[in-house]
């Protein structure tokens, strides 16, 4: 069943891409809440199949719903206000919360800290260096980055835990990753000066990849601690 779902969640994104790109802007917001209400039924699903941790589960789905509510936040914003505040708060809560799932897979090395801040330099180095318009919301932006950052970082850190969850682990990692990119492509868009409509495209298809990657993630066995103590 889980399957459907995430045929359904590319049907959708397709869709949405191609209404975005011939400028059928009523059925944007449609077709955008659709495709990440696909990928949250899609995680749910597949927790349904594997039945693992609760608390692991419970923090991914949390991330996933909160990722959902970002998307119809941003999709109703319509001049970066209120509305995209609370689309960019629950995108951080949710990034919040991915960090603490993969958290209780591995715990938190001084190495993960370190990583965090070479790809929080990167970001910043984006945000100070390209040609954008933050409308005041430079700080918000700064503290997003600083969250995704360590989620992602975390995320890779996996890799060292890999041995017999192969496939969760690259999950975990592309999803992560795919999001990163979509966040940044996101970025031009919104605040970028002349940014063409395709980077709104290519940003969305990031992003749905990567939802999906990380709800399907949830169909597979998580490593325990237990196991990364014996494998590493």
Not at 201 to 229: D, H, M, N, R, V
Request: hydrophobic share 55%.
């Amino acid at each position: 069943m889980y399957l459907v779902f995430e045929v359904l969640m590319l049907i959708s994104m397709g869709g949405l891409i191609f209404v975005f790109q011939m400028d059928f802007s009523g059925w944007v917001i449609y077709l955008k809440c659709l495709s990440s209400l696909f990928f949250f039924f899609f995680g749910i699903c597949g927790y349904i199949k594997t039945k693992q941790d609760r608390k692991i589960i419970g923090t991914m789905l949390s991330a996933l719903f909160c990722s959902m509510a970002g998307d119809v936040f941003l999709a109703l914003d319509k001049e970066e206000g209120v509305l995209f505040v609370l689309g960019v708060a629950s995108f951080a809560f949710a990034h919040v919360m991915f960090a603490v799932s993969f958290s209780r897979i591995s715990s938190v090395t001084k190495g993960d800290l370190f990583g965090m801040l070479l790809i929080f330099g990167v970001e910043m180095l984006i945000l100070c260096v390209g040609n954008f318009e933050f409308q005041g919301l430079f700080l918000v932006l700064v503290g997003y980055a600083a969250i995704i950052s360590f989620m992602v970082i975390k995320a890779l850190s996996l890799w060292r835990c890999r041995l017999g969850k192969e496939r969760t682990v690259y999950l975990i990692m592309a999803g992560s990753v795919l999001f990163l990119i979509s966040d940044n492509l996101l970025l031009f868009w919104l605040f970028g000066i002349g940014i063409p409509k395709e980077i709104q495209s290519a940003s969305w298809l990031f992003y749905y990849l990567a939802q999906g990657c990380l709800s399907l993630s949830l169909s597979q066995k998580f490593p325990t601690k237990k196991e990364i103590g014996q494998n590493i």
